[in-house]
């Protein structure tokens, strides 16, 4: 055993020397109402394109999508509402998409449309040619469209017993992948809406958790002990569930792996190895010079506001910023909404008083503080409700040595860190929201005394929870 636990390792490694590039991957997901999202409350959030979205930023914050459905639309050039002559389709063209998505055909098994069924293949081979010598060469998704088992509009399984025979036939004229949604929604009518066409939004979550385990290659996040970063420990996690069929370690292949943990997974985990997956902000203000913070994760480089002042060489890890707790700050871009689910944010602090602020939104909350009488750690990002108050720890911050703070939202609790250790927990039923960007060492509104007096160093924004 020890032996194969060492050879994995060396093979994880070897793999894992491969450079992982950080560059924005666009998605353009081309379909019908599926892929609009008709019929779906909150559509722009709850559509498959936006889940997937958010699915995808779980893992790298780069990706991004965009939705080109049009509902009721058909592959097919003669059918009664063509894709290729819709608007949607030339502004998919035009994005240069990285990744083309494409789940059409269910408006196309209708009667009046598959009565053209010969036009079927060749009509498809145009649509995938026209994505396919794009500039930016986009891999290729075709799913099988959602079943047409409680349409009231088809009498037979046209979808299953010819649309998908003649899909799966694709890959052999084109270097396309096929994604299955067929199967997995066949039986699944509590997935769909009342009208048995449309999906739900447990629905379309299902179809994004599809189609983001076939492009990331991946079921689940590979930072099992989610501590931030897929390396060794991940292995060993791995490793101790060899051969098991542990669905939390079967992660390929997509996208619901196949009830076994072995070298095929372990490939997988070692794309990832040493990225942190999630991480959308990072800060590592190790600045020698100038007035900006960049944003080593995502593009939310930060302006430095008053005179603060760069210490290269006085971090705790490499440089640091010292702020005057007089109007020094400095002020970010949009990075992500409370409300909108979960998220870590954890930093480095030495120094401050109370009353001062780490981190706070714009007009939003004060999400990492020291509270006004001691220098306790608290947050003031709470839920909506009218009960709902800030979370206050026992912990002091601001006696002059350097502390790791940090805010974990779950979706159901808030939890505040003092040097890794848990020093607070409470339930919320939701956080406020805000789109608006953020304050690194002063408060929602550059209150006086919010202005924090000492060093802010290494500021991580995850879009996830995470566990130091
Ligand atoms: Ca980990
Ligand atoms: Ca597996
Ligand atoms: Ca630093």
């Known amino acids: 055993m020890k032996k194969a636990i060492s050879l994995v390792l060396v093979l994880a490694f070897i793999i894992?020397?491969?450079?992982?590039?950080?560059?924005?991957?666009?998605?353009?997901?081309?379909?019908d109402s599926d892929t609009y999202g008709y019929g779906l409350p909150d559509r722009a959030y709850n559509c498959y394109p936006a889940q997937l979205e958010r699915l995808l930023r779980q893992l790298d914050s780069h990706w991004e999508t965009r939705n080109f459905g049009v509902s009721g639309a058909t592959l097919l050039r003669k059918g009664n509402k063509p894709y290729v002559v819709q608007n949607a389709y030339n502004r998919a063209l035009a994005c240069e998409p990285d990744v083309v998505v494409i789940l059409l055909?269910?408006?196309?098994?209708?009667?009046?449309?598959?009565?053209?069924k010969d036009d079927f293949?060749?009509?498809?081979?145009?649509?995938?040619?026209?994505?396919?010598?794009?500039?930016?060469?986009?891999k290729i998704y075709i799913c099988y469209p959602i079943p047409e088992s409680f349409s009231p509009w088809h009498s037979s399984r046209v979808i299953r017993d010819e649309v998908i025979p003649l899909l799966s036939q694709l890959p052999t004229h084109r270097d396309v992948q096929v994604v299955d949604l067929y199967a997995p929604l066949e039986e699944s009518r509590p997935l769909f809406q009342p009208d048995g066409i449309h999906l739900n939004i447990e629905g379309t979550r299902l179809i994004a958790e599809i189609v983001a385990a076939f492009i990331t290659g991946v079921r689940a996040n590979p930072d099992f002990n989610s501590d931030g970063i897929v390396d060794?420990?991940?292995?060993?996690?791995?490793?101790?569930?060899?051969?098991?069929?542990?669905?939390?370690?079967?992660?390929?292949?997509?996208?619901?792996?196949?009830?076994?943990?072995?070298?095929?997974?372990l490939i997988v985990l070692a794309?990832?190895?040493?990225?942190?997956?999630?991480?959308?902000?990072?800060?590592?203000?190790?600045?020698?010079?100038?007035?900006?913070?960049?944003?080593?994760?995502?593009?939310?480089?930060?302006?430095?506001?008053?005179?603060p002042a760069w210490q290269p060489e006085g971090g705790m890890v490499d440089g640091t910023l010292q702020l005057d707790g007089i109007d020094d700050y400095v002020s970010t871009p949009f990075v992500l909404n409370p409300a909108d689910g979960k998220f870590s944010v954890f930093a480095w602090i030495k120094g401050g008083a109370p009353g001062q602020v780490i981190l706070s939104q714009n007009a939003g909350a004060r999400w990492l503080c020291a509270d006004p009488s001691e220098g306790n750690l608290m947050t003031e990002l709470k839920g909506s409700g009218r009960d709902a108050a800030e979370l206050l720890s026992q912990t002091i911050v601001t006696d002059g040595n350097w502390h790791r703070i940090g805010l974990v939202w779950d979706d159901s609790n808030r939890t505040l860190y003092v040097d890794d250790v848990v020093v607070a927990e409470d339930e919320q039923a939701n956080l406020e929201g805000s789109d608006n960007g953020l304050y690194i060492g002063t408060g929602k509104a550059m209150e006086q005394g919010s202005f924090f007096s000492g060093l802010i160093d290494d500021v991580r924004i995850y879009n996830r929870a995470v566990t130091p």
Do not use: R
């Open 16 to 31: 894992g020397l491969s450079p992982s590039v950080a560059v924005a991957k666009l998605v353009a997901c081309v379909g």
């Open 105 to 116: 055909g269910w408006n196309d098994s209708l009667p009046n449309n598959w009565m053209h």
């Open 232 to 265: 060794s420990a991940d292995i060993c996690l791995m490793v101790n569930h060899w051969h098991t069929d542990e669905p939390a370690y079967d992660i390929a292949p997509p996208p619901f792996g196949d009830g076994i943990v072995d070298v095929q997974d």
């Open 271 to 307: 794309e990832y190895l040493f990225e942190e997956p999630g991480l959308v902000a990072y800060w590592k203000l190790d600045e020698t010079e100038g007035m900006a913070a960049h944003d080593s994760a995502g593009t939310c480089d930060g302006t430095i506001v008053g005179n």
């Open 121 to 138: 293949i060749p009509d498809f081979l145009t649509l995938i040619d026209a994505f396919a010598q794009l500039p930016s060469q986009p």
